[in-house]
Every structure is written in C-alpha cells, then in structure tokens.
C-alpha cells in the first residue's frame, strides 16, 4: 500500500484497492496515476492488455471527483459491452469505501430506457459504449457538459470497430478544458489523428509488455497434417478433463464451426466473435465464466481486454498472422502463479513460425505426441475415479440406501466398477478403441523436404519498406548502430533488415514491419549521439530510382539470421505514415 501513497492515493480509496489485494502498483499505475491526479496534463499511454490500466485511470480519476457536485464529471469510452461493465465493476470495487461516488454503465443491445432511468437518478462517473452514448446524447438523455475528464480505454479497438464518427461526436460535446486520456495498445494512424486533434500537450507514456511469457506458462506444441487440426484439438481437449480454455482461431466463421464440431462431439463449448448480437456474446460470456463452459472458441479481438481467471489453458489452432499476438495470447493463463498451459497445433508449414515465436519469447516449445484412444480414455476414467473419491454422499441418499444396496447385493466390487464405467463412457470407450495414430513419423517431422523448403520460402519472403532517418556519415552513422536501434527498440527481435545506405546528412534503408504495429512510434524518443532520431517513411521515388530489383550493399545485414536482400518494398495502399503529433522536427544542422 505505502508504494499507491507515494503516488498520491489516500484514505477510501486506498482501502478498497486493499481489499481487492493489490499490493504494489503496476508500471503503467505508477506512470500514471501521478499524471492524473497533478497538474491537468492530457495523456496518451501505449500499454497492452492486461497491465492494468483500469486502475490506472480509475484510482485516480475517482479520488478527484467532487461528489457535490451532481453532474456526469469523468467519462469512460471503451470499445464494448463486456469491457464497460468491467470496468463499472472495477470502479465499484475502487469506490466501495465511497458511497457517495455513483457510476453507471451505458452500452448497446441493452434496454435504454432502463440505462436512462439510471442517468435521471445522477451519476458522476459514466461508462459508456460509443454508439450508445450518441444515442443517448441525441436523445438529450445525457448531459455532458460537466465532464472534466475523459478517458479513451482501447482507443485503437474502438476505431477498428468503426467508432470513429462516434468518438468525434462525443469529444466535440464534452466542454474543451476537459483532460482526455488516451489508451491503447498500439497506435496505428487513426489513433494519432484522434490524439492529434483531441489532446493538447499530452503526456506520452509507454510501458514494457506485460510480462511476455510469464514462468508459470509452459509451451507445448502438436505438428500434425493440416487435415488433421481438428481431430488433434478435439483429442488434446479429451485428454484434459479438466481443462478450462480460450482456443483462438483466425476468423468468426472459424470460430463459429470449431465450436460447433465440438459441440456435436460432446464437449460444452461455445463460440464468441464479432457477429453476435450483444445479448448473445453477455450469454456466452456468463456460461464461460460460470465454468458451465469447458472451452471457449474466440477471435483474437473478441476476447481482447476479457478478464476471465484461472485458465488452464490456452489453444492456437492457429498460430497467429503476427507473433507478437502469441504472447497476448498465452499470457492469458499461467496466471496469479498458477501454472498454464499453452498450446500450438500446427502443420509442418507452420514450423517457422513457431521458431520466431520461440525466438521472441526466448523459450523452447516442448515438443508433443497427439494422444492416442487409450491415452484418453485413462486420462477420462481416472478423472472420474478422482472426482467420485472425492465427493461427498448426500445426505438424502439415506431414505433409498436400503433398495439400493439390494439391488447391487449380487455384484463384486469389480463388476459395479465395470458396470458403472461402461455405462457412463459407453460411447467414449466405443469412440476410441480404435482411433488412427495422428502423430507424423520422426522422418516427416524432420526431413519432410518439400515442406521444409516451403517453409524456408516462406520465411525468406521479405516485404520491405524504405525509411529515411535524419543522421548520416557526418554523424559517425553506421549500419552497425540502425541495427543495434532498430534491435532494441522494436518489440519483436530478429526484425529483417534489407538494404541500408548511408549518405552524407541522411540514412536509407529497407525492413521488414509486418507484425509491427506502428513501426515508427517505437523510436519516438530516441537518440543517436543526442540528435533525435527522426524517422520518415520514404516512398515510391526512392523505389524508383532504384529501378525495381537493383540491389545495394552487400553481406549481412540482419541481426540475426540469413538475409535475402530482396527489394519488393512497394507498400501497396502507397500511404505515408505521419510521426505522432507531429511536434517533433528533424535536428537543425550548424
Ligand atoms: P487492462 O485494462 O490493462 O487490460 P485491467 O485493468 O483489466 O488490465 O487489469 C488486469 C488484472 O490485473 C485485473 O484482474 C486487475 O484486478 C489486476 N490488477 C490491476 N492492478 C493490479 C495491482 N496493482 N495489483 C494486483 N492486481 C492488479
Ligand atoms: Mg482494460
């Protein structure tokens, strides 16, 4: 607690986080919990899901209310239903110790009447989706005129949903001296134009990803034929009696028909993805985190920002377009110091990825056998056996104990075993006597050559753009220092750098930015020898000048591994990409 004082916290507030058991503040809370409550700085902070940012702006956001005040003082922008009744949740938490503080959750595909009955009581703090609070504020249900701050949780979520008109709308409501807090988890250039417009000398913060690969996370990977995904997947579940999962696959209609597959295979499964109503994603969600759900079949963006606990597992069925998403993904378990489980079914096409994944994360995938009938099927009988140990008799059992134990009288103790067994896993003991071995051979995994030079394809398919920076020869600028920047301050490692030329004032040179969200944003505040290293995004002259397929330099130029000097650098929607607020210029020269 003493570390939340010295960040300004006090009295109710600090006892209700007390009571949820935080200890220490996370390093987005540290950053910036002291910006809220001090001087009125806007804020713009780039932090992943799962860092806590909830707190980071409630805490703070709550301790300024002016409770005599009646009027709607902070307001909450998140991208969707599920998140927005989070966050009220966590804010109610914060505030318990605070009767007076009253919050409120606004959000489509619930009733608005309800929603404005709520608001005509009074609300200080008002959590809100986009589309419902327009709504709302077109209806003249909602005033906004006295919100002194608003928050942007997920900004770059909510664009991505089209919430931009929206956003837009709402801003120019709110009075011009409100604060605004900009969160997102990357800053793609709908983002910035947002923060450009909106904010006004803004704060820039940006903290670490969240414990990439936690300890408690073990790594395990099936290669399987690709026809071959679903059984493993539908086996691997088996196989886990108690298994408590998010399985994430590529798109909804995947999602959709996985989990229908393994609903007709008996496993209590749903699916969530962007084409369900809201009523639908609250009734999946409640079956799922009421465990009545044993696995849940998402999209990467519709189980983004969802907080469900205790997961003992998390399944790829595919592995993600970009890497990076993999430790999104399984930082979801192994929580709280629980050990998790993360799982990757891939195709022997698959193996690349799986060793950039293994290099970002810097761990080993653990190689796995796909479990065969009998396997399942003595992972199914003694998870039972288990539960029946453990379970207490019933009480009200007594008034039959006397028939049933007639009934039985004749049977061995092996032969009710059998009985019993085989009466309730019939059919999975019928389903598995025979079952095709799904695991390749050694060879195949190994030595599989065509695939393997698909594989070595794939990876060496390099789609460059050309930067620009604003240091040169006259610098004392070498190849050697842009790898050693771009290394260190990019997210993902072994980035593939293409050709590099230095010239007197200036740098070009080529890398490979898919899976990089934002690119540039990631040197917003570095140096070289104490001039800016100011990037910019150079387009087709450059790559016209260098007539297609020339090529420069020589040697190796990748940090890390083999390098294929291709020059296919077009980018295809021919778009520049602005630096963040555009404040920052290139360094004046003598
Ligand atoms: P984000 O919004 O960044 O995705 P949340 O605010 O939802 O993250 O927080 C993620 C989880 O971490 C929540 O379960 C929250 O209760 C917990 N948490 C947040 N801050 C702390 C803290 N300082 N100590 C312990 N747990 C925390
Ligand atoms: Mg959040």
Known sequence: MEKFKELGLEGEILKGIEDLGFEVPSPVQEKVIPVILGEENDLVALAQTGTGKTAAFGLPLLQKLDTTVEAIQVLILSPTR?????????????????KDIRVACVYGGADIRRQIKQLERGVH?????PGRLCDLIKRGAVQIEGVRAVVLDEADEMLNMGFK???NFILDETPATRNTYLFSATMPREVERIAKNYLHNAKEISVGKKNQGADTVRHEYYQVRAKDGYETLH??????????AIIFVRTKIDARDIARKLQKDGIDCDALHGDLSQAQRDEVMERFRGKRLKVLVATDVAARGLDVDNLTHVINYNLPEDV??????SGRTGRAGREGVSVAIINSKEKGKLRRIENLLKKKFQYREVPGGEEVCRAQLLYYADKILAVEPKETLDKYQQDLFEKFISLEKEELIQKLISYEFGKLLKKY?????LNLSDEERHEGKR??????QEESRYEFTTFSVNVGREDGFTPRDLMAIINANTPRKGIEIGGIRIFERNTKFEVDIRGIDSFMSHFRNVNFNGLPFVLSEVRDRYNSERGGRREYGGGKRNATANNKWRSE?????GSSRGRFGEKKKGKKRG
């Open 82 to 98: 599920e998140l927005c009744m989070q966050i009220g949740k966590d804010l109610e938490n914060y505030a318990k110790y605070r």
């Open 125 to 129: 703090v008002l959590v809100a989706t």
């Open 165 to 167: 008109e929206d956003l």
């Open 235 to 244: 086996r691997v579940i088996d196989c886990a009696p108690d298994m408590y």
């Open 324 to 329: 990076e998403s993999y430790t999104h993904r």
């Open 433 to 437: 006597a025979s079952v095709e071995d």
């Open 451 to 456: 695939s393997r030079r698909e594989s070595r």
């Open 569 to 573: 650098n077009r980018r295809s929607d």
